[in-house]
């Protein structure tokens, strides 16, 4: 089974390949629904395509908003230039996108995005029929209802979401955005009201706003809980995914990189027929996330899926720097977040027995002087006693956590 991760630019996705990805999907500068996360020029998409395929990986790209008419006659150059790079395929959800990637670019995979919520295995074997490779299942079903699709349609190649983000409606049917902010979710520019703070306010009364629930934060009524299904991943094999992939186009790369490698080594543990220890189920409260549901895999039931209090992140880490050189016992931080002399850190790499918990000794500046706390977007050395791998990413426990 394929583990996607999400590249919403260049050195994302190279996280993400180092931290275990098999597979990763991203989107150009345009005509992809992630509109806020830079996403990759001509080049970098180009220079994308060579490092997956460097290192035996795949690369996806989403082509899935739903196109007006003054978007069709782009769209089949930029189909063609993906088929020229050799992307590994393209992921769609308008049929009018679908009918021009089976014009232009026919010999190019095209998966079904989720934005097409499919929901049954009359609509998989639909769009099975028009030629798709694979379609990305709605996140609505649940396991019973996969299989079902999985029997009745079994040429196709199913994909399925297992980690991240989720839309209170049915991805693809929310005008939320577009109708409070004129920012079209359709169109990759979701604001999402559905996190913000609601009241009520009685129609002779302006101004006067009432609590809906009687909480002091006001009321959270439509914000989804992040999925999570690191313990259902057995069923999900045993139904017959192809993939299972992880939400975040638009999260950190430490958030990429570390939820990357925790489903990669519970994966590689059940095929050994071993358990997920707790403490590797653990990394997926260590990135910054809301509170984990497993959503409709069993029954479809709202009530444990939204979280009415607030709408804030849970962060017991925070990603302070990334590792973008070692010199012998020597590492050079790109730092985003501020850390002191004394401070316990720790470096996370692709294989967790790496892992290390370091006191900080020593910093230095980018002239080599020493300094008692480091500042964001600079770059700081510290010496170490031990030479350490690469790709390294740093976080720090937040206190009172
Ligand atoms: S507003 Fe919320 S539910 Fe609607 S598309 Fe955006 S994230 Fe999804």
């Known amino acids: 089974m394929e583990l996607l991760s999400p590249a919403g630019n260049i050195k994302k996705l190279k996280y993400a390949i180092h931290y275990g990805a098999d597979a990763v999907y991203t989107a150009g500068r345009?005509?992809?629904?992630?509109a806020k996360c830079l996403n990759l020029s001509y080049e970098e998409l180009k220079e994308a395509v060579n490092f997956c395929h460097n290192n035996k990986k795949k690369i996806y790209v989403a082509v899935n908003i739903f196109a007006h008419n003054s978007d069709l006659e782009k769209i089949p150059p930029y189909l063609k230039f993906l088929q020229k790079i050799k992307v590994d395929a393209v992921i769609v959800s308008d049929p009018a996108i679908f009918a021009l990637a089976k014009e232009y670019i026919p010999e190019l995979p095209v998966h079904v995005s989720t934005q097409a919520n499919i929901t049954s295995w009359k609509s998989a074997e639909f769009w099975f029929k028009q030629g798709a490779k694979r379609v990305i299942l709605a996140r609505e079903?649940?396991?019973?209802?996969?299989?079902k699709i999985r029997e009745k349609v079994?040429?196709?190649?199913l994909e399925m979401f297992i980690h991240g983000a989720m839309c209170m409606s049915y991805s693809g049917r929310c005008l939320l955005s577009s109708f409070l902010n004129n920012r079209s979710a359709n169109r990759g520019y979701c604001t999402q009201p559905c996190r913000w703070?609601?009241?009520?306010?009685e129609q002779t009364r302006p101004g006067e706003y009432f609590q809906i629930e009687e909480d002091k934060y006001g009321s959270y009524i439509?914000?989804?809980?992040?999925?999570?299904?690191?313990?259902?991943?057995?069923?999900?094999?045993?139904?017959?995914?192809?993939?299972?992939?992880?939400?975040?186009?638009?999260?950190?790369?430490?958030?990429?990189a570390n939820v990357t490698r925790t489903y990669k080594e519970a994966l590689n543990l059940l095929s050994a027929e071993k358990d997920i220890p707790s403490d590797l189920k653990e990394e997926l409260n260590k990135v910054s996330h809301r509170h984990y549901t497993q959503g409709f895999f069993d029954k479809f039931d709202s009530t444990t899926t939204q979280f009415y209090n607030s709408s804030s992140y849970i962060r017991e880490y925070q990603f302070i720097g990334e590792i973008i050189k070692t010199k012998e016992n020597s590492i050079f931080i790109s730092v985003r977040a501020k850390f002191n002399l004394g401070e316990k850190i720790e470096i996370i790499f692709p294989d967790r027995q790496d892992d290390l918990t370091i006191k900080v000794n020593n910093i230095f500046d980018e002239e080599g002087l020493p300094i008692s706390y480091t500042k964001p977007n600079t770059i700081i050395k510290i010496d170490l006693e031990n030479r350490i791998p690469l790709n390294g990413i740093v976080r720090k426990k937040i206190s009172g956590k």
């Not at 079994?154 to 190649?157: A, D, K, L, V």
């Open 197 to 201: 703070e609601y009241h009520l306010i």
């Open 30 to 34: 345009k005509f992809g629904l992630r």
């Open 222 to 256: 439509l914000n989804s809980k992040d999925l999570c299904l690191i313990d259902r991943l057995l069923e999900i094999m045993a139904a017959g995914i192809n993939s299972v992939k992880i939400e975040g186009r638009m999260k950190s790369l430490y958030y990429v």
């Open 141 to 147: 079903l649940t396991i019973s209802e996969i299989r």
């Open 154 to 157: 079994p040429g196709i190649e």
